[in-house]
């Protein structure tokens, strides 16, 4: 439902009326800008340029969908949560739908909104979230990479996360033979699954079964098998491989052991140096899509 503003103009300068009840209002950056001049506690925490930079970005690629999250206001008209929201919002030419609710006491301030922001595997709410949510994260952050790494990794958001499992439901797909791989060889799961996820859109598709099988039980491959190296690699070192340090190492032994497979070329050492670029998927449709840009 769409509510209407019909109470009183409070704080004293604010040209933009709350709701006189809870419901969903569209916000547009004049509004967002209005509460934020006239409505803004002194007491709410410091605004985070960070923070609203990613709203920013979510809001304006789309990735902002209508949510309970509302923005909260005290009796008196002034913000308890929303603030970095409402600054994105101020930011952008958009108008946006918001849960808006009014009238809240005050003392909810220190409940509301600080505590642990849900994790994008809460919000997913599919088998082995976590692990997908990572896998998305990696196909999310790809096309940004530069020569050796993956520069936005860090950086990319729960929405785009959550957008990326929407695009990319080939990380569902895969997760569960992603996860049984990684209890019994200590390849990473994220970064196995997204490259699983590229290669299920490529001719080579089919190796998938036969690839996922060899690595879980390692039986009957020959010495030449990049199944055999990426497997020997991860159970003598995986502890020196783990951490975000060794991301890009990590990501590349897999494409790369992949490749050969899927090639059908014999692996005798199966290494990736700091100097060489991200190994790529052979196929990968995110090369594609980003050379065709």
Known sequence: MTTT??????????????????GVL????????????YRNHPKNRTMSKAITAKYQKDMEQGRWPLTPEGLFFDTE????SGQHRLKALANTTLTLPFWVFPNESRDIFDVVDQGYKRSAGQILGVPNATLVGGAARYLAALPDRDRWTMPRFNRVTIPEIVGTVRAWPEVTRYSTDVMNVRLRTYIPGAPHLAIL??????????????WVKGLTSGANL??????????????????????????????????????AYALDKPVNILAHRTTEPLARVVQSPIDQESEAA
């Open 197 to 210: 996820a590229q290669v299920a859109r490529t001719e080579h598709a089919g190796k998938i079964p036969e």
């Open 222 to 259: 020959a010495d030449t098998d990049a199944r055999v190296h990426l497997r020997n690699r991860f159970l003598v070192a995986h502890a020196q491989l783990g951490g975000n340090k060794n991301r890009d190492l990590v990501y590349s032994l897999i494409a790369k052991a992949w490749n």
């Open 26 to 37: 569209e916000i547009t950056p004049e509004m967002a800008s209005d509460w934020l001049s």
């Open 5 to 22: 503003m019909t109470a009183p103009l409070t704080p004293e300068g604010s040209k933009y009326r709350l709701p006189s009840e809870p």
């Open 77 to 80: 008209g002034y913000i308890i």
